[in-house]
């Protein structure tokens, strides 16, 4: 089993929909939560930074941590075509030190107009 | 700008002949780290260095070697490719290490006839 597992999609939606974007795990240890953002041939780009349990927003954007469940989302409101891109979610165990991140394999979305 | 340079883009090459792919950052971060990202399998690691002459292995490591001589490079080697080293790779850097690897390459797409 992996320790993180993602739906690769693709996920379509007309522009301007609410899209959700998910990830379970497995390991508990884990308590800092990232999404990040992959366009076509591009490197990944850290979108969303979350510690521990709770939401966090930022624009159109939340990112929510459900420890209890092992779950976490990352919203999207008012989607746009240049949202069309792969997400990854990504979790790391602690903070100090060297912490390995853990991918997900990624969730395809593409917003059309 | 902040970034991090991976050199080269693409790179078609065969079976057993060795190949260095560059890293390069310019925001004089400790930590880097090279990750090879297959479908369906997400991104995962292959080595990560924390300072100069400081590296470790990553979840992959066979077949890779990696070499820290000065804080902003961290070469990817690979001295004996095989069709199974197919894949695209990215270098990422980060300034703590412990948070988020906020820095990612543009990637490098490496295909071993």
């Known amino acids: 089993q992996k320790e993180v597992e993602q739906d690769p999609g693709p996920l379509s939606v007309p522009e301007g929909a609410i899209v959700s974007l998910n990830c379970t795990y497995s390991n508990s240890a884990f308590q800092y939560f990232m999404w990040y953002r992959q366009y076509s041939r591009k490197g990944p780009e850290l979108l969303m930074y979350?510690?521990?349990?709770g939401n966090k927003e930022d624009g159109r954007f939340t990112a929510q941590v459900d420890k209890s469940s092992k779950y976490i989302s990352l919203f999207i409101r008012d989607s746009q075509p240049s949202d069309s891109a792969t997400y990854l979610c990504?979790?790391?165990?602690?903070?100090?030190?060297?912490?390995?991140?853990?991918f997900g394999t990624g969730t395809r979305l593409l917003v059309s107009p | 700008e902040a970034q991090v340079t991976q050199n080269p883009r693409y790179l078609i090459t065969v079976t057993g002949k060795k190949l260095t792919v560059t890293c390069s950052q310019n925001?004089?971060?400790?930590?880097m780290s090279w990750y090879r990202q297959d479908p369906g399998l997400g991104l995962r690691q292959i080595y990560y260095?924390?300072?100069?002459?400081?590296?470790d292995k990553g979840d992959v490591p066979e077949g890779y070697k990696v070499s820290r001589k000065e804080k902003r490079n961290f070469p990817l080697i690979l001295e004996s490719p095989s069709p199974n080293q197919t894949s695209l790779y990215f270098c990422?850097?980060?300034?703590?290490?412990?948070?988020?690897?906020?820095?990612f390459g543009q990637g490098t797409r490496l295909t071993v006839v």
């Open positions: 990504a979790m790391k165990r602690g903070r100090t030190g060297f912490q390995k991140l853990v």
């Open positions: 990422a850097s980060s300034r703590d290490g412990g948070a988020t690897e906020a820095f």
């Open positions: 260095s924390m300072n100069v002459e400081v590296t």
């Open positions: 979350t510690y521990s349990s």
């Open positions: 925001m004089n971060h400790e930590y």
